[in-house]
């Protein structure tokens, strides 16, 4: 048993920050280009979604590590909420 749980564990799954979402027209988008500002309908203090297969798991705070960005959990779904996330889009 303890060999099926390790092969799992190391089973790569897509893990999104969602910085925000917002309903565009087809034509707002096929007029998008290079320089264009979309804005969204969240303040930059509101924490990020973050999701695994798609599914929210949890939110955080958008942070800079270095040159890079990183998100700091401030929650997070319980193991078992996030092991059904990973199973529920397969």
């Keep these: 048993m303890e ?5 799992l564990l ?6 999104i920050v969602q910085i925000a ?3 565009a027209t087809v034509a ?5 280009q290079p320089g264009v500002i979309i804005e969204f309908p969240k303040q930059a ?3 990020l979604t973050i999701l695994v297969n798609n599914t ?22 319980t193991p078992s909420q996030r ?3 990973l199973v529920s889009k397969s």
């Design 3 to 7: 060999s099926n749980l390790q092969s």
């Design 10 to 15: 190391g089973i790569e799954v897509p893990l």
């Design 21 to 23: 979402d917002k309903v």
């Design 28 to 32: 707002e988008v096929t007029s998008l």
């Design 45 to 47: 203090s509101q924490d």
């Design 56 to 77: 929210t798991v949890g939110s955080g705070q958008a942070v800079k590590v270095g040159e890079n960005f990183g998100v700091r959990i401030r929650s997070i779904e």
């Design 83 to 85: 092991i059904e996330a």
